[in-house]
């Protein structure tokens, strides 16, 4: 696997959600984009937290059958009480209220990318600190990166 791109989005001050610092979309071997890793500020220095989402389950009420985060007291549609969940846990014994969409499989993998997404948020870090420097707006994390957009409209999709 060889990661041909890595593209940081940093949020500005004041925008981030405590510790959040950025996105980042990763291009793996020009054929496989991943989105919305997020940079996180930890206790030893960012670190990189793969896509998730969050796990849900369907409202009971009938004719309802919304999906509502699992710690949800409401239903999200219907607006009745949702009955207390048995939230899954991990082996570590904390609550599962969320899965990876994509994550490494290998230790070694998950260190490439690490280093990789480490680097390329530190170079945009330092550019940010440059005059004229623009933040991207939040709209722009489904922006596809500049190879993939110029292939993709070579083939009229």
């Known amino acids: 696997m060889q990661i041909t791109d890595v593209q940081?989005?940093?949020l500005e001050t004041g925008r981030g959600k405590g510790k959040l610092r950025g996105y980042c979309t990763l291009v793996l071997?020009?054929?496989?984009?991943?989105r919305d890793l997020?940079?996180?500020e930890g206790t030893d220095g960012v670190f990189v937290a793969m896509p998730a989402r969050r796990l849900t389950a369907r409202c009971p009420h009938r004719g309802c059958h919304a999906k509502n985060h699992l710690r949800a007291a409401y239903c999200n549609?219907?607006?009745r009480a949702l009955p207390k969940?048995?939230?899954?846990?991990?082996?570590?014994?904390?609550?599962r209220l969320h899965v990876d969409l994509?994550?490494?499989i290998h230790r070694e993998a998950r260190r490439l990318i690490h280093q990789m997404v480490v680097?390329?948020?530190e170079k945009e870090l330092e550019a940010s600190?440059?005059?004229g420097y623009v933040f991207a707006p939040c709209e722009d994390v489904d922006r596809d990166p500049p190879a993939l957009r110029e292939e993709v409209s070579d083939h009229g999709a």
């Open 8 to 10: 940081v989005r940093l």
């Open 29 to 34: 071997d020009d054929a496989f984009v991943v």
């Open 38 to 40: 997020k940079i996180i």
């Open 77 to 79: 549609d219907c607006g």
């Open 85 to 95: 969940r048995d939230v899954p846990r991990g082996a570590d014994g904390r609550m």
């Open 102 to 104: 994509a994550h490494p």
């Open 119 to 121: 680097a390329a948020y």
């Open 129 to 131: 600190r440059k005059q």
